[in-house]
């Protein structure tokens, strides 16, 4: 459709975030919801200005979880995740380290795959595109090969590019990525990125011990049709749901994320998985149940953030690192035991 007949220009195809808008996006809705969220995101960004009062630094409290939870408005966004994750202080006791990173010897083997994934990322962002001055692609490459060089262990993994390039987006500032990088696969998702993914594998066994306490109709389904749990969340685990929620509703989700660690990541699906439970439930075979997994990420209930924020954390009811701790102590020595 051509832009004049639309009665809409480029800038308002692309979001804030230089992703490019679907074809059959919503606008109505969207905008009938960002009318509404605005509100809120004016009224947040005035607490949280009190709340820093010109400094640089907060401390951890329940007034602080309270604030995060209810979201970091985006001028904040960089500095409070380098806070409350580590990442800036790991950052001010390694002063140069990242920048040694590149200048040192490299491996052609990590520097080929993370070439060969850099066209994949994010192709409907424009900001990522090698037209864009500057081009994200190049930030998005030197701190993935900062980071293959600092934890060789991991080296590159698939799925670390679009996490990387969030990153970038958000703190514009390739340093505090990379330390951001490492707070998350170091410390915040224990094991998800090494080559047998054993972390990854038993947080996927742990969702579905969860489903079976919290959603056991839908964990009976699954079971009864042979459908394995990596099947339909893989992806919500590796990259931790981008290009699977909207934007707005992912950055919100990684700001608890950073503060609390990786149980929202439960938090999240078993929301998903409550809040559809009879239409996952009207599913009659195995492929028609991963399609109704690829729905209930799509339209309203995910698009309007701030709600969704507060559903997850009622929705799903208690839910103690300790429970995630002991199901990742028993779904792990059992994947290990099938070899």
């Known amino acids: ?47 949280w200005s009190k709340l820093l009062k010109g ?34 202080t790991n950052m001010e006791e390694n002063p140069g380290y ?26 409907d962002n424009v900001k990522f595109r ?34 990387a390039g969030y990153l970038i987006l958000i703190t514009k500032n390739e340093e505090e990525s990379f330390w951001l990088l490492d707070a998350l696969i170091g410390r915040i998702l224990p094991d998800y990125y090494s080559p047998a993914m054993l972390g990854l594998k038993t947080d996927q066994e ?10 056991p109709a839908v964990a009976e389904l699954m079971e009864r049709h042979g459908v394995m749990w990596t099947l339909v969340v893989s992806r919500w685990f590796i990259c931790l749901f981008i290009d699977i929620l909207p934007v707005e509703t992912v950055l919100r989700i990684w700001d608890c994320l950073f503060y609390e660690g990786s149980k929202i990541i439960f938090r999240v699906a078993l929301t998903l998985i ?6 996952i439930l009207e599913a009659t075979n195995f492929p028609d149940i991963c399609e109704k997994f690829k729905q209930i990420t799509k339209g309203a209930f995910v ?21 995630v701790n002991k199901l990742r102590e028993t779904c792990r020595e059992k994947l290990l035991s099938q070899g």
Not at 7 to 12: L, M
Not at 15 to 41: H, I, Q, T
Request: glycine share 6%; charged share 25%; net charge positive.
């Open 130 to 163: 090698k037209t864009a001055d500057p081009c994200l692609q190049h930030a998005l490459y030197n701190v993935l090969v900062a980071y293959g060089h600092h934890n060789k262990a991991v080296g590159y993994c698939q799925g670390m590019n679009f996490i």
């Open 55 to 88: 400094n640089n630094s907060i401390q951890k409290s329940l007034k602080v979880k309270r604030y995060i939870r209810k979201g970091i408005p985006n001028e904040h966004r960089a500095l409070i995740w380098m806070i409350v994750s580590g990442a800036q």
């Open 206 to 215: 742990v969702l579905g011990e969860l489903v079976k306490m919290k959603v």
């Open 98 to 123: 990242y920048h040694r990173l590149l200048e040192g010897e490299k491996n052609d083997k990590l520097l080929e795959a993370i070439k060969t994934d850099m066209n994949r990322t994010f192709p």
């Open 303 to 323: 698009t309007e953030c701030h709600s969704f924020m507060q559903k997850i954390f009622t929705d799903p009811g208690s839910l103690s690192m300790t429970t």
């Open 1 to 47: 459709m051509d832009r004049r007949e639309d009665g809409r220009d480029w800038a308002y195809r692309v979001d804030p975030y230089g992703f490019e808008r679907p074809e059959d996006f919503d606008y109505a809705s969207y905008e009938a919801f960002f009318s509404r969220y605005l509100v809120v995101l004016t009224r947040r960004a005035i607490k």
């Open 274 to 279: 409550k809040q559809h439970q009879a239409f």
